[in-house]
């Protein structure tokens, strides 16, 4: 069973948005989700670890944390929600450097494209979605599948 972290996974994706703004990198709804699930998973294959409390769901353009998706939704700003990850006085080292890759390596992305790639065959998404075991919308995808597909197709890249 993996630890997790004491945030909230909008205190996730606040991080993640602020980091694009120091790299200049544009964002919405859709790429914060699709950024915060890179996140989730390198932190699963990586150290055993959950960056937040909630679960990401399958939703019909890839997997979304619904409390993230509600707050923009309503016309927030994410960045704006808390600085509590930048703030955090514990070792965060190892989320603050998944944060860091994920924007290296995703960052430069479209949400399409980033969504296009949550969607591929054998990805968690699509094994919850399309899989034998196909589920309906709003599905959690089970942090088994997410940790195995970033182990094998993120981190061993």
Request: hydrophobic share 40%; charged share 25%; net charge positive.
């Amino acid at each position: 069973m993996s630890d997790t972290l004491p945030f909230d996974s909008r205190d996730i994706a606040a991080y993640i948005a602020q980091q694009c703004r120091k790299k200049d990198i544009g964002y919405n709804n859709t790429k914060i989700q699709k950024l915060l699930y890179c996140v989730y998973g390198v932190m699963l294959a990586w150290k055993d670890v959950r960056v937040c409390d909630e679960y990401p769901r399958a939703w019909t353009y890839g997997p979304v944390f619904p409390k993230v998706f509600k707050w923009i939704y309503k016309g927030r700003e994410i960045a704006d929600y808390s600085a509590t990850v930048e703030q955090n006085q514990e070792d965060l080292t190892a989320l603050k450097t998944a944060v860091r890759r994920v924007i290296e390596v995703f960052g430069p992305l479209s949400a399409s494209s980033l969504s296009g790639w949550t969607h591929q065959d054998g990805s968690p998404w699509w094994k919850v979605m399309k899989g034998e075991e196909a589920a309906s919308w709003n599905s959690f995808i089970p942090d088994d599948y997410i940790k195995t597909y970033f182990k094998e197709r993120v981190l061993a890249k």
